[in-house]
């Protein structure tokens, strides 16, 4: 499997792009963002579980209950959430890009993200679809991704080629998270894309399937969002034979989602609210995957563990306690815990106890970006993997900083 | 009921007290601190989830298996935790504080509180048990208090008087919560003592049923931690009826108890680590006490509410989004959200969606010491009310220093 340049404009016959229309002040920042499907493509979506769900959820649901979409849209500066009209305006959504487009809006996959309880104008948004449609092109992704960002430092894209039906297949995606200029929740937004040729009900399956390993294991601060949504539209344009079944081209399909979804996982995580370090956490030696799942989100979730992080801390002990609380089947005087970045691996745990180890060369391990803690439960088989990042002076400010 | 002075001094027959012993090196902080019934007294305790838990709490287990117990012993500075000798060396502490008071071992509470995966050194409590059993004293409540502070940046001590069986029966508490000098672990310990006669039957019911609307309310960071306990001796010298089944002896002595317990949460969650504000949230109408508690703990769980009262934002979403995730049951578009502090109340959500309010009465609200986020659901009459405090640049400073 090869990575490739060009986001979701990678797979034939997408063509993306990102415009201001307005919805924020700032003339400079794009805010609005079409993805858009030669042909009508299988789609999925996962949502927030969140009890409490921004508008345009509702609607995506109900557009992409028969399995079929052909363009995405999408506005950053407000998230169209805690609305009384709010899926009136998110309906409107789709009908203009529909519009502009030529597709049913029951073809249009929507998605707000921003300020949660400020009414939605649609004015900005029906005055910004018609050029941003004609400025669509197979080089946009980039544009795209800008215009879903919000609090976000980074460009989030990601591309792959994979060989399915004998030909050769692309995905890939665009995502934001986390974080908003007036941060309200850090919505997580993924807009994926493939050119092969795939049934609903199998890209649904790979979807759901993939998304337990990879988004699920994601935490910045804790907060299920309101508006969160991953998104997946496959074209069928690369020419291969309709996956429609659990073959191996289905397997190789997964496999190329799990690297794309994967890797904006990781960018996501990176690039959270304040974050100076991405923190991943590797459990293996577990019972089962759900208590190696439980270890891993556990650790990368505790306050006090992306604490000592930021600090370059080598605070085994916080690994321990949240492993103790997380909810796992662990043996507690079996656990091996090593920190390990660009700059080596250290063991700072053997059989649950403390051991003696360089305290120098662990903040050294500890000080560079992509930290990670290997958890050996020495217990069975089961493996994962979760994604999370240190808690900083930035997180505090970034959200504690008046609204108003 | 009144409030009384003398914390856990303050019902008949128990000394306490607080030494320097050694076990920190910053001489002025006393690390040691005692508590002796002058009889043999009913004991309850319940004691940290964490599958991970300090060697204390073992030991206090058994030795209170009984219902019994006449002293309690206690050091800050190491928590004796995941360490290979921690049950022998929590077990030693038992004998030593036993022996200088001519109490049998099996009678004694331990505790410890501070770093982790350090073996804690026998000595300096070995000799700071004589003096510190020499010095107790019927107005030494304090004293114990500041011997079993962390980065605690105030004394938490309460006491009440209640009548029972036709007497005057007096309950006393201290507790410590939540840091440490060389943070690790945010250990919540409470020691409550009362002189009624009550069986240990009735004393674990009470605790109990007790713990569940109070200390299991609070949360400062959401880390449970590996040695938190609550324990309460009863040494019976009021004088009353024993009480021994479910009257309203034993109706007053619960009433006694939570004012006890739900004063010390508040003090607990105020003095949470880098806190500015005690955030309280009350929950009412939801349809099952469950639903309230669920609902109003993860509104003071939320790490963005948390920021967001940090800037005195009035960030309603916030709450919403909290409520959202809570696993409660609720109606989101039956949903009011109000702020009220010293300075009055505003109401700033309706129905689950915006409504007009003043911003800078909000703000002033919010800029008050003691914030209430209060909740009406609705949805039925059940209720609930959970404390924590709000996420500030102290909070990340405070763990994210070099341990070393």
Redesign the interface.
């Known amino acids: 499997m090869n990575h490739i340049q060009g986001g979701v404009c990678a797979p034939k016959g997408f063509k993306a792009g990102g415009v201001h229309c307005g919805v924020r002040k700032n003339k400079s920042k794009r805010d609005l963002a079409m993805i858009v499907s030669e042909v009508p493509a299988s789609a999925a979506a996962v949502y927030t579980?969140?009890?409490?769900?921004g508008a345009p959820i509702y609607i995506t649901q109900r557009n992409i209950a028969d399995g079929v979409a052909q363009m995405a849209i999408c506005n950053s500066g407000n998230a169209n959430?805690?609305?009384?009209n709010g899926e009136e305006i998110a309906w409107e959504m789709c009908k203009l890009a529909g519009a502009a487009a030529g597709i049913s809006p029951e073809n249009v996959i929507v998605a707000s993200t921003g300020?949660?309880?400020?009414?939605l104008p649609i004015e900005p948004i029906a005055n910004g679809v018609a050029p941003l449609f004609a400025a669509l092109s197979d080089h946009g992704s980039t544009e795209a991704a800008e215009g879903i960002m919000t609090t976000d430092t980074r460009l989030k894209e990601v591309a792959v080629e994979f060989p399915a039906g004998g030909v050769t297949c692309r995905l890939g995606g665009i995502a934001k998270g986390s974080g908003m200029i007036h941060?309200?929740?850090?919505t997580m937004l993924v807009f994926i894309t493939c050119d092969a040729a795939i049934s609903p009900e199998m890209l649904r399956k790979a979807l759901s399937a993939d998304v337990k390993d990879t988004f699920n294991m994601v935490s910045v601060?804790?907060?299920?969002?309101?508006n969160d949504m991953v998104c997946i539209m496959a074209n069928g344009l690369a020419g291969n034979d309709i996956i429609d079944s659990d073959d191996e081209d289905y397997a190789a399909f997964c496999a190329a989602l799990n690297v794309v979804t994967s890797t904006l996982c990781q960018m996501i995580a990176k690039d959270g609210e304040g974050a100076s370090h991405l923190l991943t956490c590797q459990v293996c030696g577990a019972k089962t995957t759900k208590d190696a799942k439980l270890a891993a989100k556990s650790v990368v979730?505790?306050?006090?563990l992306k604490?000592?992080i930021?600090?370059?801390?080598?605070?085994?002990?916080?690994v321990?306690?949240?492993?103790?609380?997380s909810g796992a089947d662990?043996d507690?005087w079996k656990v091996d815990v090593t920190f390990r970045s660009a700059k080596g691996s250290i063991l700072v745990?053997k059989d649950?106890?403390?051991i003696e180890f360089s305290?120098e060369l662990a903040?050294e391990i500890l000080l560079q970006e992509d930290v990670e803690v290997l958890i050996d439960l020495n217990d069975g088989d089961a493996t994962a993997t979760a994604w999370g990042c240190?808690?900083?002076?930035d997180?505090?400010?970034?959200?504690?900083?008046?609204?108003?």
């Open positions: 579980q969140n009890l409490v769900k959430t805690c609305n009384a300020v949660i309880g400020q009414p941060p309200n929740l850090a601060d804790g907060d299920t969002s309101t979730c505790s306050s006090l604490a000592a930021f600090g370059a801390d080598a605070n085994w002990g916080r321990l306690c949240a492993l103790g609380y662990i507690v745990c649950g106890a403390s305290e903040k240190d808690l900083t002076y997180y505090v400010k970034i959200n504690g900083d008046y609204r108003t």
